[in-house]
């Protein structure tokens, strides 16, 4: 057996599916290894795109993401994706070719020190150098990577570690890291603490974000929001959480978050943050969630914890086992007045919006297109206008709502659709993106064709950057700069040229039928809808 | 405010290179780093003073404690730390100035290590004030070149210790 033969072991008792990836030579002993198992590869058509995938296929099955590309420039190129899934604590094991470990460090042809360019995108990275190691460090990758705070991990392997032979492959039973054991349990003294603070507060809320999901607590929460009726807003990592018309939930906070909301967490006189990182674009003032309340923080990462606000309570652990916790306690919760007012709230202080007739309302098309989606649909938004506008007007049922809320990486959704996609055939799953996003990513649809890969892609299409043009419409009174996108292709011709089905919305006229028949069948689609260049997501 | 952080890591490659990663993306202030193996050759410690508001110093446990080669980090102030650096100092002298330099040396409680016809070495290991006092004093004389250790340190005997 061959260090590639190991390689490719680890991963089949991982029961990893699929491998997305690119070959390189510096990776073809683990190509050719990976011939003889029943692991399906995919060949993407550029790396970055790789991690998306896997990225996709990780957050709807729970399991870790594995993508393989080769040295130099094949590395390089997964960084991006690797950077997404970091931030968005995305568990992946990117596996990347390496050089000969005896010409490591005399920059040969397509050497690149990838271990130390994504030291800081990484949970963990590891450059192995001898072919033993194999099974210990993929068993730890795996592990660390799907474990504590989730994130990627990165293995590095010189061609001749692949080429090298194992004399016995032992794929271990567990792990035995001295440095790395991530706290679940929350502290009982913690709990009883919070539990203490509901039995009080007159107004509490739950701010539950993407570690919810991460955690597999959904619907623990749920269940724990339905017992003591405690409203609930999410991140943008978080929606989903919740159904998004279930009578607790108040939307999505944050500076493009619904007002009412961030009025709710406001005047919220007990806040619990669940697997929530505080960070800027969901909690633009720290200070005003931690004035005149409690602030209970609740996460599995103990750095988060106090990194942006000081919380009254810190509780360290496991979204899931903390509220299970919780659910242990006996006691009472009232606050029946609270919930009238944020109702009040909730009718009273919607977005209102004027849509333009010659074109398709994007607020009133993706209302329309979730109502007619399936009850457990994933919906996968890319980055720009469409992703606020997806947030703001998606309506989850059972399903799922993915994107990159953290690194807000343009590109993401068609990579990451196609990993859903490949994981949970029997889903309907869309992508919706901008015209911008797109062209970033519209080179998988190639892979889509190779591979019958039926993701439904709508493209929200202005002609411009809309993000960065609302941004200059804004800040800089209209002074655009470099944000038109006139130049782009004509899409129907496009999707000819990838043997897709093609359809074009141009206003709201007929827009019910158009739905219809994009959802129809399991079939790669591409729609365009016409929207308004000058439409403001604010 | 001021901590120091007595860090013990994995003695591998690359340790040293993802902890001082680590202070310069988060932007925190590293003053001193010395880093040695232990008596456990799998084991480093490595003793880093750094300076930082409340959030800032907590922030930087927190973080230490997140990366997977860190087994276990310590956080103490000066003053409950034994601290220790240990400096080496090649300065030019002449037959004026001789007998300054080492009675200077005499009050420092440095010692002359080596010398030649025009320049010698001083050594001393000290707390850092005094080292940096040391230089203080010798600045007027004609300094050569100074290698210093940065701090180490560990923190006092406790009655609780093992």
Not at chain 1, 322 to 345: K, P, Q, R, S, V
Request: aromatic residues 6%.
């Amino acid at each position: 057996m061959l260090g590639a033969d190991a390689m490719v072991k680890c991963l089949e008792e991982e029961g990893v599916k699929y491998v997305f990836g690119y070959p390189g030579v510096a990776i073809c002993p683990f190509y050719n290894s990976i011939l003889e198992s029943r692991i399906d590869t995919i060949l993407i058509r550029t790396e970055q795109n790789a991690a998306h995938a896997a990225s996709g296929l990780a957050r709807v099955t729970g399991n870790v993401g594995v993508c393989a590309v080769t040295s130099g420039p094949g590395a390089t190129n997964v960084i991006t994706g690797i950077a997404t899934a970091f931030a968005d604590s995305i568990p992946l094991v990117c596996i990347t070719g390496q050089v000969n470990s005896a010409l490591l460090g005399s920059d040969v042809f397509q050497e690149a020190d990838i271990t130390g360019a994504v030291e800081s995108f990484v949970k963990y990275s590891y450059l192995v150098k001898d072919a033993e190691e194999i099974p210990r460090i993929f068993k730890e990758a795996f592990h660390i990577a799907n474990t504590g705070r989730k994130g990627p991990v990165l293995i590095d392997v010189p061609i001749d570690v692949q080429n090298a032979p194992v004399s016995r492959f032992k794929y271990p039973d567990e792990v035995n890291m001295r440095t790395y054991k991530p706290t679940v349990k929350g502290n009982a003294v913690q709990i009883r603490k919070v539990v203490k603070e509901l039995s009080k507060a007159k107004r509490p809320i739950i701010c539950a974000g993407g570690g919810v999901l991460l955690g597999g607590a959904e619907h623990a929460l749920r269940a724990f929001v339905e017992r003591y009726r405690i409203p609930v807003v999410s991140t943008m990592m978080g929606i989903g959480v919740m159904p998004t018309k279930h009578p607790m939930y108040y939307g999505m906070v944050g500076n493009n978050g619904h007002p009412y909301a961030n009025r709710a967490m406001n005047e919220s006189d007990l806040l619990l943050m669940v697997g929530a990182r505080v960070a800027d674009r969901a909690v633009n003032q720290p200070d005003l969630i931690t004035e005149n309340k409690v602030l209970v923080h609740i996460d599995v990462d103990p750095a988060e914890i106090g990194k942006n606000v000081g919380p009254t309570i810190p509780l360290v652990g496991d979204a899931r086992h903390i509220i299970e916790d919780f659910m242990e306690e006996e006691f009472t919760c009232e606050h029946e007045a609270w919930i009238d007012t944020l109702n009040g709230y909730r009718d009273t202080m919607g977005r209102v919006r004027k849509p333009n007739p010659s074109y398709v309302d994007p607020a009133q098309f993706i209302r329309m297109l979730s109502e007619r989606m399936q009850d457990d649909a994933v919906y996968v938004a890319d980055v720009g206008q469409n992703q606020i506008w997806s947030c703001n007007y998606h309506i989850v049922k059972n399903g799922r709502f993915l994107t990159t809320g953290g690194m807000g990486t343009m590109g993401y959704s068609i990579p990451a659709a196609m990993g859903v996609k490949l994981a949970e055939p029997e889903k309907q799953v869309v992508a919706v993106c901008g015209d911008g996003s797109f062209q970033m990513s519209m080179m998988e649809l190639a892979t889509m064709r190779q591979f019958g890969v039926p993701v439904k892609i709508i493209v929200l299409k202005n002609n411009y950057l809309g993000m960065v043009r609302e941004y200059q419409h804004y800040t800089y009174k209209d002074n655009y700069s470099v944000v038109d996108l006139s130049g782009s292709p004509d899409l129907e011709k496009l999707a000819a040229a990838y043997d897709m089905r093609f359809m074009r919305l141009r206003t709201m006229e007929g827009a019910q039928e158009t739905i219809d028949a994009f959802l129809e069948k399991d079939e790669a689609v591409l729609l365009e809808c016409l929207i308004d260049p000058m439409d403001l997501v604010k | 405010m001021k901590k120091i952080y007595s860090v013990l890591v994995e003695n591998r490659s690359g340790v040293l290179c993802k902890v001082a990663g680590l202070f310069s993306r988060r932007c925190f202030n590293i003053e001193s780093l010395a880093v040695g193996e232990t008596d456990d050759p799998t084991t480093s410690c490595m003793t880093i003073v750094s300076s930082g508001d409340q959030r800032t110093m907590e922030q930087i446990e927190k973080q230490l404690n997140k990366k997977l080669d860190v087994i276990k980090v310590k956080t103490f102030d000066e003053s409950a730390s034994i601290s220790r650096e240990l400096m080496l100092m090649k300065v030019k002298y002449n037959r004026n100035n001789r007998r300054d330099i080492m009675e200077i040396c005499d009050v420092m409680k440095a010692q002359i290590v080596d010398m030649s016809k025009k320049t010698m070495i001083i050594q001393i290991c000290d707390v850092p004030e005094k080292t940096r006092l040391l230089i203080d004093m010798m600045q007027s004389i004609s300094i050569v070149e100074v290698a210093r250790t940065g701090t180490l340190a560990l923190q006092k005997c406790l009655e609780t210790d093992v």
